[in-house]
């Protein structure tokens, strides 16, 4: 299967603080990165597809880049309601594996 | 609006059974693959399997630890999307989601879960 590395595993930031997460695959995997945002208690939300597309509804400050092995998933300005768990998910090939996910918290 | 609601969590003990299910309304059920992914307590989201509509053969996948063990089915008709699991494990116990499964490519719209506990 294809191991996911996500990091930091859980940040403290500010509103108005630019955030990125990393994701690095055990293999290439070309474009198939995702990543998702959840909430306790919530559904999980897809955020970006295929590595850099913004799903319908999400904001423009939501950012996906890379290609390969290693990805980023960047929020331009954290807003009040960004503080969550966001998860990066590769459909490559196999099972399909997550990230161990970036808490993202309120400094 | 797309609709996805999870029902038939409950506390079972170890090596028991149970069967979830997922009601689907909003969009074309039959034409859509469907995943479950599971959620252990103070722990990441893992996949449990997928189910392909039956124009694209209606075939399933599993994770490796729960395969042979769960058994992903559907109803066109009912638009409901079923996990039969069993020989559950303590491990198993989680917050069960259902998803839309976009070509086995990206999870789109997702339910708000059921909870399983495994226990005696």
């Known amino acids: 299967d294809i191991q996911m590395t996500q990091s930091p595993s859980s940040l403290s930031a500010s509103v108005g603080d630019r955030v990125t997460i990393t994701c690095r695959t055990s293999?290439?995997?070309?474009?198939?990165l995702n990543w998702y945002q959840h909430k306790p208690g919530k559904a999980p939300k897809l955020l970006i597809y295929?590595?850099?597309d913004l799903q319908s509804g999400v904001p423009s400050r939501f950012r996906g880049s890379g290609s390969g092995t290693d990805f980023s998933l960047t929020i331009s300005s954290l807003q009040p309601d960004d503080f969550a768990t966001y998860y990066c998910q590769q459909s490559y090939s196999g099972p399909a594996t997550f990230g161990q996910g970036t808490k993202v918290e309120v400094k | 609006e797309v609709q996805l609601v999870e029902s038939g969590g409950d506390l079972v003990k170890p090596g028991g059974s149970l069967r979830l299910s997922c009601a689907a309304s909003g969009f074309t059920f039959s034409n859509a693959w469907m995943s479950w992914v599971r959620q252990a307590p103070g722990k990441g989201l893992e996949w449990v399997g997928r189910?392909?509509?039956?124009?694209?053969?209606?075939?399933?996948d599993y994770a490796a630890h729960v395969k042979g063990r769960f058994t992903l089915s559907r109803d066109d008709s009912k638009n409901m999307l079923y996990l039969q699991m069993n020989s559950l494990k303590t491990e198993d116990t989680a917050v069960y989601y259902c998803t839309t499964d976009v070509g086995g490519d990206w999870l789109e719209h997702w339910g708000q879960g059921t909870l399983v506990t495994v226990s005696s």
């Open positions: 293999q290439s995997i070309s474009n198939y």
């Open positions: 295929a590595s850099s």
């Open positions: 189910i392909k509509s039956k124009t694209d053969g209606g075939t399933t």
